[in-house]
C-alpha cells in the first residue's frame, strides 16, 4: 500500500474513529504531560505521531519505511523529528524518550520480543505498544486468510501471547487494555464503544502499558 493511501484511509469516517479511539486510550494510559518527549515506533505515515503532537509532547516518530517516514516528515510541522531505524535495534540510548508508543506496527516486526525489549529500554517512564487482537470481531473482519489491506501480513495476538513477550523484561504495573469492539464507524457501534470497559480483551486494539525500571 503507498503511503498516500494509507493516510487517506485516516480521513474516512471510520478511519478517523478508530485512530482516535485508539490514541485516547494510549494518551489516558501514558498520561503524559505537556512537554514530554515521545518515541512513535513504527510510525508509518505519521498520524499518532501528529495526533500527540497536538498534546504538545515533543515527538520523534521512528519507521524503517522511507516512503512512508518520508510523507510523514512532508506532511508534518518542522518540530516533528523524523527517525528511520528498527524497532529491533532503536538508534537511541537508554531511557531517551519519557514514554514510547506504537500502535499496530510490532506485529509487522521479525523478532517481535527484541522490538519489546527495545522499546522498554529506550522509555524513561511509560509505554503504550499495541497489537491487533485475535480475539476480536476486527481479526475476523480484516485478520483471516493472512489479512487484508494494510492489516496484510499482520501477526494477530491473544492477551497471553502478548503478556509473554514481557516475560523477564525491566518493567512494572503491566496492564493489557483493549478498545475498537465493534469495528464500525456508525452511531450505535460508537455509543457501545464509550461504555465498554477497556479491561475487556475483546476490542481489535490490544495495548499493552506499564512503567519501564
Ligand atoms: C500498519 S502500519 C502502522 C503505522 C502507524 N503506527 C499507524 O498506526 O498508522 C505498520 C508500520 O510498521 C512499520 N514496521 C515494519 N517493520 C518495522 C520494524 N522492523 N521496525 C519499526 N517499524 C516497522 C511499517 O513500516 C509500517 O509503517
Redesign the pocket.
Known amino acids: 500500500m503507498n503511503p498516500t493511501d494509507y493516510e487517506r484511509w485516516y480521513a474516512t469516517e471510520r478511519g478517523r474513529w478508530i485512530g482516535e479511539t485508539e490514541y485516547a486510550l494510549a494518551a489516558r494510559l501514558l498520561a503524559a504531560q505537556p512537554g514530554d518527549s515521545l518515541l512513535d515506533?513504527?510510525?508509518?505515515?505519521g498520524?499518532?505521531t501528529r495526533r500527540a503532537a497536538t498534546d504538545d509532547l515533543r515527538v520523534t516518530g521512528?519507521?524503517?519505511?522511507f516512503a512512508?517516514l518520508n510523507y510523514a516528515r512532508v506532511h508534518s510541522k518542522s518540530q516533528l523529528s523524523w527517525v528511520q531505524g528498527?524497532?529491533?535495534r532503536l538508534p537511541f540510548a537508554d531511557a531517551s524518550f519519557d514514554h514510547v508508543l506504537s500502535?499496530?506496527?510490532l506485529c509487522?516486526?521479525d523478532d517481535e520480543r527484541q522490538a519489546v525489549a527495545e522499546c522498554v529500554r529506550v522509555a524513561r517512564c511509560r509505554f503504550a505498544l499495541g497489537w491487533l487482537n485475535r480475539d476480536s470481531l476486527l481479526y475476523r473482519q480484516k485478520g483471516r486468510d493472512g489479512g487484508s489491506g494494510?492489516y496484510h501480513g499482520a501477526r494477530w495476538h491473544s492477551a497471553v501471547e502478548l503478556r509473554a513477550l514481557f516475560a523477564g523484561l525491566p518493567v512494572r504495573k503491566l496492564r493489557l487494555s483493549s478498545a475498537i469492539f465493534l469495528p464500525s464507524a456508525q452511531a450505535w457501534a460508537r455509543g457501545l464503544e464509550q461504555v465498554a470497559p477497556s479491561v475487556l480483551p475483546w476490542g481489535g486494539l490490544l495495548l499493552a502499558t506499564g512503567e519501564a525500571i
Open positions: 515506533v513504527g510510525c508509518g505515515t498520524w499518532f521512528l519507521d524503517p519505511n512512508w528498527d524497532a529491533q500502535i499496530a506496527a509487522f516486526v494494510a
